[in-house]
């Protein structure tokens, strides 16, 4: 499957892409762009169909701020051909969950055409939309081919680049989690994923310098590793490997402003800066001896059932409903389960304390961020403190997922900045 996906990086972009589609069966061509990435690289695309004599239609959004959300759906299901059709998303994150979730869901196929190297959701399986409040990824489909062109990525706004950089830190903690989960939860772990995601993250970490510089270089760099972060995703099935503690602190903070009707936040950004946070929990955790551990083990008090519910209410009003399901396997820990888990961070303390001590330091992500431009501080991102406590505190309720925090409340401990 993963072998199927066509992709092209270079500077002769609409002519490849064109190509492609032409041999492909689908007859109409459905272009999804918002107003910005239609100026971009959308109108270029669209004339290089219209040369070759292809049908293509194209469905421009509109607004100050596209989301991915019911309003935005509806309109390209509403706008979009009944006859079978080929979507071709030309934009960057947002464009490509609303393109994959619609393609998906009228039964058509759909290629990608970044406009940014902004995030590393263009290959994935999962599209995360905002329904009814709630933030949540819903499974859908890969893309058959991803166009990536060079000459619109290097000129791409520097937010963006920053923002695609910090969603490939985030991977950081973001593989940490996973071991951990793995180490302690007994859920599965996929060396060969693990391995390529490191590798995106290597490159990217190798080539700040030149992504900073937004050299071709740098920026074939940033988007090989958010496409190669995507294949991970894919190979492991679901998005485990490239989203942990940090992305569901962002998620927190993209749903809480979004209830408060305020501007959103980058998701690299957020996920960036959230990666600092969690280093943080990691560096912590990490400084513990084996006695300071089975002092917090023995002390340690699984909370209710009742207690961690209204602790979700409390956080999340009525959307926290949705969560409570979710969250299952955590609530009902029973005191035998507990202890096992317990002995479980005993038993493999070695190899957890080297996952721990595999997190570089808060100052050195902080470090790598800036060397990009990337926004490392909670006022840049215009986020008040009470929100960063309380993204830590209960940003793991969204997810099922083990993370670092998880662990902490093993141990009885809290999130601390
Ligand atoms: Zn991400």
Known sequence: M????????????????????????ETIFTLIADENTYGVLGRQVE??????????????????????????????????????????AVGSGTITDITRYTSYRSGNRFVSVPTAPSVDGFISLGAPLIVGGLKDTYPTHAPLAVFADLTT?????????????????????SLADWKLENLIWGDPFDEAVEGRVRKALQQCIDSADAIAARSPEGIRSLIEALLQSG????????????SGAEHHCSHYWEMKLLEEDRPAILHGAKVGFATILVAQQYARLGSMTREDLMDALEGAEWPSRDTQIAEIQQAYGTVGDELIPMQQPFLDLTPDQYDQVKQRVLQNWDAIRQTLESVPSPDE????????????????????????????HYGHYLRRRFTVIKLLKILGMQPEL
């Not at 701020?65 to 509806?74: I, P, Q, T």
């Not at 790598?368 to 986020?383: A, H, I, K, M, N």
């Open 231 to 242: 294949i991970g995703m894919l190979e492991f099935g679901n998005s485990r490997p490239a």
């Open 2 to 25: 993963i072998e199927n996906i066509h992709t092209y990086i270079g500077t002769n972009t609409t002519t490849e892409l064109v190509q492609f589609c032409a041999k492909q069966p």
């Open 365 to 392: 992500v902080k470090r790598l961020l800036q060397s990009v431009g990337g926004p490392t501080d909670r006022q840049t991102l215009g986020l008040e403190a009470e929100k960063v406590q309380a993204a830590l």
């Open 153 to 173: 990525l290097t000129n791409a706004p520097k937010a963006l680049i920053a923002a695609g950089f910090g969603d490939i830190i985030g991977k950081i903690t």
């Open 47 to 88: 004339d290089a169909f219209k040369q070759a004599q292809m049908d293509v239609r194209s469905i421009v959004l509109r607004g100050e701020e596209v989301v991915a959300d019911e309003k935005y759906l509806m309109q390209v299901f509403i706008k979009a051909a009944y006859e079978p059709q080929l979507f071709i």
